[in-house]
T-cell receptor, first 113, second 111 residues
Framework: TAGITQAPTSQILAAGRSMTLRCTQD?????MYWYRQDLGLGLRLIHY???????GKGEVPDGYSVSRANTDDFPLTLASAVPSQTSVYFC????????????FGAGTRLSVL | RKEVEQDPGPFNVPEGATVAFNCTYS??????FFWYRQDCRKEPKLLMS???SGNEDGRFTAQLNRASQYISLLIRDSKLSDSATYLC????????????FGKGTTLSVSS
């Protein structure tokens, strides 16, 4: 079972370059999320989508954009990467928004130099 | 006050020990409660949901105290494989919100 898949697994990116982190789920979950996890700061929500065609801002949305053209895919784009965006990025999904259990992808480790 | 607070640890215990983690949350309207487990450099995975009456899953027991806004996780007979970071998670039962994660408590079980 695939569940939720993220790509790439890791990436080194030059500052100022753009990049899209991919996230795909095959569970037909309505809600999807992007988090970043930094040492000492825990998981912080970047953007979320409660259903295809809608998105919302989380706790740390600046410098990131998302789209939700269909149920399965929820890409995260860094338009012009900065070193402070060096982090581990996790995509997650849940059957519905709110208090539903979330299932996570394996993460993308991004280094911006 | 932070939304979800946990003692970061680390908790260093020998195999077979019983260890308890505590977590407090700030929003009295929180409706859903979970414990997630995260292994080093891996994604968080659901360990167990926490129900109002308390619940048990093998060696793991979760308790919820709504009056004190307090959640606990008890691990009995610790195994080496229990070594991980345990995340306390709460949420408001509203659309447009996501889970709120504590920063985690690190457990190290040694032989």
């Amino acid at each position: 079972t695939a569940g939720i898949t993220q790509a790439p697994t890791s990436q080194i990116l030059a500052a100022g370059r753009s990049m899209t982190l991919r996230c795909t789920q095959d569970m037909r979950h309505n809600a999807m999320y992007w988090y970043r996890q930094d040492l000492g700061l825990g998981l912080r929500l970047i953007h979320y989508s409660n259903t295809a065609g809608t998105t919302g801002k989380g706790e740390v949305p600046d410098g990131y954009s998302v789209s939700r053209a269909n149920t399965d895919d929820f890409p995260l784009t860094l338009a012009s990467a900065v070193p402070s965006q060096t982090s581990v990025y996790f995509c997650a999904s849940s059957l519905g928004p709110g208090g539903n259990i979330q299932y996570f992808g394996a993460g993308t480790r991004l280094s911006v130099l | 006050r932070k939304e979800v607070e946990q003692d970061p640890g680390p908790f260093n215990v020998p195999e077979g020990a019983t260890v308890a983690f505590n977590c407090t949350y700030s929003n009295s309207a929180s409706q859903s409660f979970f414990w997630y487990r995260q292994d080093c450099r891996k994604e968080p995975k659901l360990l167990m949901s926490v129900y109002s009456s308390g619940n048990e899953d093998g060696r793991f027991t979760a308790q919820l105290n709504r009056a004190s806004q307090y959640i606990s996780l008890l691990i009995r007979d610790s195994k080496l494989s229990d070594s991980a970071t345990y995340l306390c998670v709460v949420n408001l039962q509203q659309a447009g919100t996501a889970l709120i994660f504590g920063k985690g408590t690190t457990l190290s079980v040694s032989s």
